[in-house]
């Protein structure tokens, strides 16, 4: 059965904090690995990953992607109270039109 | 763009009641899917559909239905309403294209309450 899990579940840090959010997987015939930012209402997609080693950036935002370990991590720099939010990583099998989501992150910032 | 349009956004059942979640996209997406999400958890897979005549379970179905008879629609069905059916219901659709990561359109949400 295919499986994702995310950890910490819950973290709390100061405005200007890096954070790191873990996810590890495992999945038959992995094809990618999402992450979404999910704040009241329905989850907004921030990244795809495909390849190893290959990170992806956007902003304050990263991400990277390692299939020997199965895992990717999500990094935010210099967080933000507009961060707080709950992080979702999901992923996606080869063949499947579905992804399989794992039980999120729920930052905190406090200012 | 409407996109993924769900209703109700919020209701209260009692247990033993039924009802029925509607969804609806207007971007000619195959691919539909239902999602419900517990508090502090992460989204679970209730039932997809990869075409209109065409529905599967997903890892939660016990308790639902769902029926696809036009590719837009894609209603979910609650029979005998449960306290463990408390959550939000998220209603998504996603083109073939297995290319782009960000394919997943999800609705705004529906909370629905059992007591």
């Known amino acids: 059965e295919d499986k994702v899990v995310q950890s910490p579940l819950s973290l709390v840090v100061h405005e200007g904090d890096t954070v790191t959010l873990n996810c590890s997987y495992e999945v038959t015939n992995f094809r990618s690995l999402l992450w979404y930012k999910q704040e009241k209402k329905a989850p907004t997609f921030l990244f795809m990953l495909?390849?190893?080693?290959i990170e992806k950036k956007s902003g304050r935002l990263s991400s990277i992607l390692d299939k020997k370990e199965l895992f990717s991590i999500l990094n935010i720099t210099a967080t933000q109270t507009g961060d707080s939010a709950i992080y979702l990583c999901a992923v996606a099998a080869q063949g499947a039109q579905k992804l399989v989501f794992g039980q999120g992150t729920r930052l905190t910032i406090n200012p | 763009n409407a996109g993924v349009t769900q209703t109700p956004k919020f209701r209260i059942l009692k247990i033993g009641q039924s009802m029925t979640l509607q969804c609806t996209q207007d971007?000619?997406?195959?691919?539909m899917y239902w999602y419900r999400q517990d508090p502090g958890m992460g989204l679970k897979l209730i039932y997809y559909s990869v075409g209109a005549g065409i529905t599967d379970k997903g890892e939660v179905p016990n308790g639902y239905n769902v029926s696809r008879s036009t590719t837009e629609d894609f209603p979910l069905r609650l029979e005998l309403a449960a306290p463990s059916q408390t959550s939000v219901y998220f209603c998504?659709?996603?083109?073939?294209?297995?290319?782009?990561?960000?394919?997943?359109?999800f609705g705004e949400g529906s909370w629905l309450t059992v007591v």
């Open positions: 971007m000619n997406h195959n691919y």
């Open positions: 495909t390849s190893s080693g």
């Open positions: 998504a659709s996603s083109p073939i294209d297995r290319l782009s990561g960000n394919t997943i359109y």
